[in-house]
């Protein structure tokens, strides 16, 4: 970020307004918010607490998500560093490989990809990113040429695995912000769900599916990925004693459609999606299939990133709740997901404006200390960043702490008394 700059994705939005001849009042009603929200957004004076909000702000001034947000950053830490590395060889696989037209290359025995990739997920659960990418690029690669060459048991098994690899590598591109690869990857994974003819699988590839294509602004189709899956996942038996996949998917996208809700404001729907996903969670209890952590545990975090994202509010309030109930976030075993659970609670603490801005820095701080290249890399904890520093009455260490780990320098005209 340069030092003038009060706020990144603000002064993004005023060059792009300026260069694109848009006035205040007609960005902003086209953004569908105020014009002295957007003057105070452009400003630094407010900050970018919605992911929605910037769908909208980069709709309305005719540009990308990422022109906005400025991602992928330069990198600031060796753990960012090692997994932007995987990136070319994630990308290289997927742009040269498809389900019908694979390489002439030699690859290694099916049980050994499945286990690699087992155990990269794995790693990715474990927010050790860089170890889960190490080999991704040949794993994509090869598990390709198994699905399309091999006989048909090992043709099913490596498309089971060829998903849960894009699982991976939707992972890998989201967190490091190249959001059109994270489309690329998760599509991919679903495509490969459903030539091998795992529903379940191909539910929680939706999931993926929706929350890449909302990342860069294609709000409506995100919607619609979304409902066609939980359409066909509902005519599925439900849970039964030996198995809950079908379950877990049909509650996660439960989830998922919550999301897609709460960035509109829908507040009717938001309630419906999420008691259907209590109500699955409380059939299934903790479970983890393919390491996505449906259960009542990761139902409460998820709560708290959708009303995070509620247009119509409602974070503090969802932070107060989840305080009170003080779920045990272990029971996950993700540092991954817990971190994000975090970076959940500290977005909604901050929502309250200023007097919960302790809590809020507690959180993230956390977060950041379980998963950083999780949240280093995130437009919206960037931003959560410099909201606390500016409303901060006094120097904090555990702020000058995030702004280094961050790579993120104090504004030169910003005073901050002692």
């Given at each position: 970020?340069?030092?003038?700059?009060?706020?990144?994705?603000?002064?993004?939005?005023?060059?792009?307004?300026?260069?694109?001849?848009?006035?205040?009042?007609?960005?902003?009603?086209?953004?569908?918010?105020?014009?002295?929200?957007?003057?105070?957004?452009?400003?630094?004076?407010?900050?970018?607490?919605?992911?929605?909000?910037?769908?909208?702000?980069?709709?309305?001034?005719?540009?990308?998500?990422?022109?906005?947000?400025?991602?992928?950053?330069?990198?600031?830490?060796?753990?960012?560093?090692?997994?932007?590395?995987?990136?070319?060889?994630?990308?290289?696989?997927?742009?040269?490989?498809?389900?019908?037209?694979?390489?002439?290359?030699?690859?290694?025995?099916?049980?050994?990809?499945?286990?690699?990739?087992?155990?990269?997920?794995?790693?990715?659960?474990?927010?050790?990113?860089?170890?889960?990418?190490?080999?991704?690029?040949?794993?994509?690669?090869?598990?390709?040429?198994?699905?399309?060459?091999?006989?048909?048991?090992?043709?099913?098994?490596?498309?089971?695995?060829?998903?849960?690899?894009?699982?991976?590598?939707?992972?890998?591109?989201?967190?490091?912000?190249?959001?059109?690869?994270?489309?690329?990857?998760?599509?991919?994974?679903?495509?490969?769900?459903?030539?091998?003819?795992?529903?379940?699988?191909?539910?929680?590839?939706?999931?993926?599916?929706?929350?890449?294509?909302?990342?860069?602004?294609?709000?409506?189709?995100?919607?619609?990925?979304?409902?066609?899956?939980?359409?066909?996942?509902?005519?599925?038996?439900?849970?039964?004693?030996?198995?809950?996949?079908?379950?877990?998917?049909?509650?996660?996208?439960?989830?998922?459609?919550?999301?897609?809700?709460?960035?509109?404001?829908?507040?009717?729907?938001?309630?419906?999606?999420?008691?259907?996903?209590?109500?699955?969670?409380?059939?299934?209890?903790?479970?983890?299939?393919?390491?996505?952590h449906f259960g009542p545990t990761n139902v409460a975090g998820w709560e708290l990133s959708i009303a995070a994202e509620n247009e119509n509010g409602g974070g503090p309030d969802a932070a107060e709740r989840f305080a009170a109930t003080a779920p045990d976030l272990s029971v996950l075993g993700s540092k991954c997901r817990e971190g994000y659970v975090r970076f959940a609670l500290a977005r909604c603490w901050a929502q309250a404006e200023g007097p919960r801005d302790g809590?809020?820095?507690?959180?993230?701080?956390?977060?950041?200390?379980?998963?950083?290249?999780?949240?280093?890399?995130?437009?919206?904890?960037?931003?959560?960043?410099?909201?606390?520093?500016?409303?901060?009455?006094?120097?904090?260490?555990?702020?000058?702490?995030?702004?280094?780990?961050?790579?993120?320098?104090?504004?030169?005209?910003?005073?901050?008394?002692?």
């Amino acid at each position: 970020m340069d030092a003038e700059d009060p706020s990144a994705i603000g002064a993004r939005a005023r060059r792009i307004r300026t260069r694109r001849g848009l006035s205040l009042d007609v960005a902003a009603g086209l953004a569908g918010i105020s014009k002295p929200y957007l003057s105070a957004l452009e400003r630094g004076k407010r900050g970018f607490n919605r992911r929605g909000l910037i769908e909208d702000l980069a709709n309305a001034l005719g540009c990308s998500v990422v022109d906005l947000t400025g991602q992928p950053y330069l990198v600031v830490d060796r753990q960012s560093a090692d997994t932007a590395a995987t990136i070319p060889g994630v990308s290289a696989a997927l742009h040269d490989t498809t389900l019908d037209d694979i390489p002439d290359m030699p690859v290694r025995p099916l049980p050994e990809l499945i286990s690699a990739t087992s155990q990269a997920n794995a790693y990715a659960d474990d927010a050790r990113y860089a170890l889960a990418g190490r080999d991704m690029g040949a794993l994509l690669a090869e598990l390709h040429v198994h699905a399309v060459t091999g006989e048909s048991a090992d043709r099913q098994a490596a498309l089971v695995a060829l998903a849960e690899a894009c699982m991976v590598a939707y992972c890998l591109a989201y967190r490091m912000g190249h959001a059109d690869l994270a489309v690329i990857a998760a599509r991919r994974g679903f495509d490969a769900a459903l030539r091998a003819e795992r529903p379940a699988l191909a539910g929680m590839l939706a999931m993926s599916r929706t929350v890449a294509l909302m990342r860069v602004g294609a709000r409506r189709q995100a919607a619609t990925v979304c409902a066609s899956a939980l359409g066909e996942i509902t005519t599925l038996p439900g849970p039964t004693p030996n198995d809950t996949t079908a379950a877990q998917a049909c509650g996660i996208l439960h989830l998922t459609s919550a999301l897609v809700a709460a960035r509109d404001g829908r507040d009717a729907d938001i309630t419906t999606h999420l008691a259907e996903a209590r109500s699955l969670a409380a059939h299934t209890g903790e479970r983890n299939y393919l390491r996505y952590h449906f259960g009542p545990t990761n139902v409460a975090g998820w709560e708290l990133s959708i009303a995070a994202e509620n247009e119509n509010g409602g974070g503090p309030d969802a932070a107060e709740r989840f305080a009170a109930t003080a779920p045990d976030l272990s029971v996950l075993g993700s540092k991954c997901r817990e971190g994000y659970v975090r970076f959940a609670l500290a977005r909604c603490w901050a929502q309250a404006e200023g007097p919960r801005d302790g809590e809020a820095l507690r959180a993230l701080d956390t977060a950041d200390r379980l998963a950083p290249v999780v949240v280093r890399n995130d437009p919206i904890a960037r931003d959560l960043v410099l909201t606390l520093d500016r409303r901060a009455r006094r120097r904090v260490w555990e702020l000058d702490s995030l702004r280094n780990r961050f790579g993120i320098g104090r504004p030169v005209s910003q005073n901050v008394t002692t």
